[in-house]
C-alpha cells in the first residue's frame, strides 16, 4: 500500500503492514500512470527496505474508491486525492475559519460519486455552535461528529477503527491536530490560521498513518482551497443511493434528475417518505453546487 509520495519516491509498506517500509519509484513502464496515497501496488527489486534501497513500482492495483477532484468545475484535467479509502472525513471548522458554503456539497458529492463514505466532522466547537450548520445535512442521513480539541476522541477513533479514513478540508481547520491526537506519534505539524483561505497551507503532502493497535489508517490531506466537479454528473450522486437508483432507472432518457421543471418527468418525483426527503437532500446539493456561482474555482 502507497503510504506517502513526495518527489516522484512512493513510500509503500508491505502486505500492508507499518513496520515493513519501502522506499520506491514508478517503473518506467507505467509512464505518467498516477500513483497516489491508498493505492495498492505490486513492486519489485530490493524490497528489503533497508536504508538507500529503491524498489520499483510495476503495476497498480485496480481501486475500490476513487476520490477526484479538479481544479475547478471546467477543468479536463482531474487529479486523483486518495484511492481505496472507504472514508471520507470531511473536516470543518465552526469558526476560524468559518464554514464556506459550497464546500461540504462538493466533497459531499465527490465522496458519494467516488464510493467512500463521507462522515462530517466539525471542529472548534469552542468558538462557536455547530447545531444549526449540522441540521442542514440531516436529511442525507449524514454521520456527524465533534472533532476539535476539547472534545473526547472517543466516538470518531470507534469509527475509524479498521477503516481507511481519508480527511479532507481547507487548510487550518485542524485536520493534523485531530490525527495527532488519533495517532499520538505522528507528529504532524500544526500551523496557525492567517486569513480565511490564505492560510499557510502547514501539510503540503497526503500521508497515511497506522492508527494504534493496527486498527486502520488515517490519511492527512493537504488543505485544499476548491473541489471542482468538472467529471461528475448527477447520475453518478443518485447511483450512490440504492433506492435513487433504483427508481432513476424510469427516468427518460437524458434525465438530470434535477425535477421539475428541467426534468418534469424525473421518475425520483415518484418516491415517498425517508427516500423522497434523501431526493430533495440530493436535488438540493446538486443545485447548491450548481448555483454555487462560478464555484468553487474563484472561492479562494
Ligand atoms: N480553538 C480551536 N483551535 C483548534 C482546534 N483544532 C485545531 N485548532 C487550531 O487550528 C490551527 C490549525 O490546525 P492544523 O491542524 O494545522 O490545520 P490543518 O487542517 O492541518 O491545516 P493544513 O495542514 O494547512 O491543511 C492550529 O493552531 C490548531 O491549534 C479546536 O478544536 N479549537
Ligand atoms: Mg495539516
Ligand atoms: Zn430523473
Known amino acids: 500500500m502507497v503510504v506517502a509520495v513526495d518527489r516522484g519516491r512512493w513510500g509503500c509498506v508491505l502486505g500492508g503492514d507499518p513496520e515493513r517500509p519501502v522506499v520506491t519509484m514508478r517503473a518506467r513502464e507505467l509512464g505518467k500512470t498516477p500513483i497516489v496515497v491508498g493505492d495498492r501496488v505490486g513492486i519489485v527489486g530490493d524490497t ?27 477543468d479536463p484535467y482531474e487529479r486523483i486525492v486518495v484511492a481505496n479509502a472507504e472514508q471520507l472525513m470531511i473536516v470543518v471548522a465552526l469558526a476560524d475559519p468559518p464554514p464556506r458554503t459550497g464546500f461540504v456539497e462538493r466533497t459531499l458529492i465527490a465522496a458519494y460519486a467516488g464510493g467512500l463514505q463521507p462522515i462530517l466532522c466539525l471542529t472548534k466547537s469552542d468558538l462557536a455552535g ?28 470507534e469509527l475509524l477503527n479498521g477503516k481507511l479514513t481519508a480527511l479532507i478540508g481547507h487548510s487550518g481547520v485542524g485536520k493534523s491536530t485531530l490525527v495527532n491526537r488519533l495517532v499520538p506519534d505522528a507528529y504532524r505539524a500544526v500551523g496557525v490560521v492567517s486569513g480565511v483561505g490564505k492560510g499557510r497551507h502547514t501539510s503540503t503532502q497526503s500521508i497515511a498513518l497506522p492508527l494504534p493497535g493496527g486498527a486502520g489508517w488515517v490519511i492527512d490531506t493537504p488543505g485544499i482551497r476548491s473541489f471542482g466537479l468538472a467529471h461528475i454528473s ?27 421543471p428541467a426534468d418534469p418527468e424525473c421518475a425520483l418525483d415518484a418516491l415517498e417518505g425517508k427516500s423522497a426527503r434523501r431526493v430533495a437532500a440530493v436535488r438540493l446539493l446538486l443545485t447548491a453546487v450548481r448555483s454555487n456561482d462560478t464555484w468553487a474555482a474563484r472561492e479562494s
Request: proline content about 6%; hydrophobic content about 40%; aromatic content about 4%.
Open 130 to 157: 455547530y447545531e444549526e450548520f449540522a441540521a442542514s445535512f440531516a436529511d442525507l442521513e449524514l454521520q456527524v461528529v465533534l472533532g476539535g480539541t476539547t472534545e473526547p476522541i472517543d466516538e470518531i477513533t
Open 234 to 260: 448527477p447520475a453518478d450522486v443518485v447511483a450512490a443511493f440504492a433506492d435513487l437508483a433504483a427508481a432513476a432507472q424510469d427516468c427518460p432518457r437524458g434525465c438530470t434528475h434535477l425535477g421539475p
Open 48 to 74: 528489503s527496505g533497508k536504508p538507500d534501497t529503491l524498489a520499483r513500482i510495476i503495476r497498480v492495483e485496480e481501486r475500490k474508491s476513487v476520490l477526484r477532484r479538479t481544479a475547478d468545475d471546467t
